[in-house]
């Protein structure tokens, strides 16, 4: 593969310290990347399904003996602590192979369709429907920088064990980690040029990939580069997978564990620094311990401690990826503050190395606010107070996000209802944010926080083409919609349509032996 003289230059955004250099890939070399994806996917097709199984058990193997070193790469990309590396996008990536390696067998049994009602008439007829799940062929994988392992490798995993190929375009502040994901399938034994990753920008190798002739998409990212993306799409009618933006809520009930709701909120406001689709950007608490959940909260906030938590275990909150996110942070404090919000702790850029960005809540926000509206991909949370359930319910809707989401009651019951009410492709009753790592389970949302599922047996289903096989044994020479038309097959027609749909067996009945008649042909 070709190069520019371009250079990808990354440092470390919690130490600044140089982590390496790439070539960007050529948006010229696309075309010849997917070639080789496409002959690639049909060598792997071919090869027995216990190989390809045994193959997937070698990569869950080597990410297992190699996991230093894989978070270590992570975490100099990133600056995220140790542990977020090791529970999110290892535990992510292992839990996607594992339940990649347990679906493998059914993925692709063929599956009898049942006609329902018809079903006496068509086995009569010697007719029978099945779909034989097929590979989609190549799929393109462009994901962020927050979880640039994780991601990007639960993705690939279930792509490969449903039989594609996979062209891989990590976010350019991430490289390393998507040639790790790479090199753990390489290690494992896939084909050469199973999966392939291509460095660079989205406006150059990314939109390149995305207008070349492939089979789906997943792009994970922001929802405006999302609606870009649709676009160029649009032309070839290639699929995509959308895994947007998303600004979850957490509804805390009077009745909840406030002990462990607080220590939720810490950290799924915080984990990632905050950069995390699913983390907890809204938080609703009901009137009556509002302020005890305010304390609470402050309390397990103020443990957090910030820094590089590559060699530290004790670090709870690593730096955001570059300055403009600092500064955007910077904007949104002095917005929210302009809008009549109270910061109820941090709002502070840590005058250090790194780009380190205080834990920040703020309190008594119009609800119309745009920093309760908007996207905030950074450690910033908004508190409010609710009085009834409708009206948590409603405040919590009340975004063009729907990802994921959480409540916090000891009245199962009432935490049930409240989830299902709740927009939002996950809700959680009483936990929050980790069920991404539990890969049988669907990841996916509404809104502006996109469509479709990666995960789980949804998210398979999008990567396998459901192909429809009709066979019919021949018992009969024609059907009665077939040329020539007359009077004889008009009538028989209405007849059918009357037993059918219209109930009237004893009427048409009569019919039956001048139908036999017409499909013989006699
Ligand atoms: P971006 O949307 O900026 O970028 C995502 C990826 O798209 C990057 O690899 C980027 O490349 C690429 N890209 C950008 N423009 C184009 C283009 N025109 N054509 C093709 N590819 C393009 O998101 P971030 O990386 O900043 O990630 C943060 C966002 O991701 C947040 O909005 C977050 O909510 C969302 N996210 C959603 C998740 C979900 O599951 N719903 C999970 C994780 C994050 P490059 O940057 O190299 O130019």
Redesign the pocket.
Known sequence: MSTTSDRIIKYNPATLELVGELNRTSPDDISLIIQDAKMAQAEWIARPLKERIGILKRLQKHVVLNVDNIVRVICEETGKPRVEAMNADIMSALSATMYSIEMMPSLFQPKNISFGKLSPMMKYLGRRSYIQPRPLGVIVI??????PYG?PFSQAVMAIAAGNSVVL?????TPFSGLEVQNAFVTAGVPEHLIQVVL????SV??A??SSAIDRII????????K??MA?AANRLTPVTM????KDPMIVMADADLHRAAEAAAWGCYVNAG????CIKRIYVHDEVYNLFLDLFRDNVSRIKLGYGLNDPEIGMGPLIDEDAVDEMKVHVSRAVEQGGKILFGGQYLEVKGYFFEPTAIIDLPHSSDIVQK?I?GPIVTIHKFQSVEEAISMANDSVYA?SGSVWTSDLAMGKMIAERLTGGTINVNNVGYT?GLASTP?G?RGD??FGH?HGIEGFSELLESHHVHVDRGKFSRELWWHPYGRENLELSHGLLNMIFGGQYSRTMTLLPRMRRWLKGR
């Open positions: 462009i994901s962020p920088w927050n979880y991601i375009k990590p976010s350019s502040a660079g920008s989205g406006g990314g939109n990939l995305t792009f994970t990212g922001s929802t405006e580069v999302g870009k993306i160029d895994e947007l933006g998303g950069q995390t689709c699913a996207e991909f990802l991404y990841w949302g926080s996109g990666t």
